[in-house]
């Protein structure tokens, strides 16, 4: 049998991977799964980035990217706890290097593979821009609103995010107007729902969505360098996992994220 492309995200359905894991559980009887669908936990910003290119991956090569999105550090514990993810897409290093350091992450596989920013944003199509810097009075410009952002503490959207708030002085002033979601999709949600006023996202989630506005990119140097780090996971002994993540560093695939705007690292 074969597996249908999927998508979860953990604000919808919580934890995503695990749940994906139990459907595959009771739908696939013994000897049904198939080396060449290969599952891949991806960080939840890539969502419109994979969207075209599992069905591309599967017209070029005739296998399957069965694809779960979730905050990195979710995808993280749950491949800690043992769901069998093929590929992982991490939001940041630190999941990664976590994983590495477990012996879950086979061996000369890793590559840098995209780099982001991340944005201030507001709801709808005509906010004001703002200067990023430590002279914003961005608990003012919340007012009686919330902040969203990711899991401040967890989800590499809501690190960074918090890193460049405390590098600019701004943290302190605005966290207790911080609304955190569980990954950064739902943050991005919240803001063009109107649930908040303002949010911090990648560059890449704002530019998918309609009823948000950028209105301010914080500087380079006021987080860490955001990078999103790919492997082939240790337990996978799918030749179509190396596969597929040779596909992810091709033209095809280099098309599409750069559709999303993001940049794609190495050759």
């Not at 936990?41 to 890539?46: D, I, R, V, W």
């Not at 005739?62 to 992982?88: E, H, M, T």
């Not at 987080?223 to 560093?249: C, D, E, F, N």
């Amino acid at each position: 049998m074969t597996f249908a492309f999927r998508h979860t995200v953990t604000s919808l359905v919580r934890p995503a991977a695990l749940l994906l894991v139990a459907t595959l559980s009771l739908t696939a009887g013994p000897g049904a799964a198939r080396a060449d669908d290969v599952l891949v936990f991806a960080a939840a910003s890539l969502k419109n980035a994979m969207d075209e290119i599992a069905p591309a991956f599967e017209a070029a090569t005739g296998d399957k990217l069965v694809v779960s999105l979730a905050g990195s550090s979710a995808l993280a514990r749950q491949i800690q706890a043992g769901a069998p993810a093929d590929l992982f897409i991490s939001a940041n290093q630190n999941w990664m290097d976590t994983l590495e350091a477990d012996g879950l992450v086979q061996s000369g596989t890793r590559v840098d593979l995209l780099a982001n920013s991340i944005v201030l944003i507001a709801h709808g199509k005509d906010s004001s821009p703002v200067e990023i810097s430590p002279a914003l009075d961005l608990g003012a410009l919340v007012g009686e609103g919330r902040l969203a952002m990711a899991l401040v503490d967890a989800v590499p959207a809501g690190v960074y995010g918090k890193a460049a708030l405390e590098s600019l002085g701004l943290w302190e002033s605005v966290s207790p107007k911080v609304a955190q979601a569980d990954n950064v999709r739902a943050a991005l949600a919240l803001v063009a729902a109107g649930e908040a006023p303002y949010g911090i996202v990648y560059a890449t989630d704002a530019a998918a969505e309609d009823d948000v506005t950028v209105v301010g990119t914080f500087p380079a140097d006021s987080h860490p360098p955001i990078v999103y780090p790919a492997a082939v996971m240790a337990q996978s002994g799918k030749p179509a996992a190396a596969a597929a993540l040779a596909y992810l560093r091709g033209p095809d695939a280099r098309a599409a994220f750069e559709k999303q705007g993001f940049v794609v690292l190495g050759e």
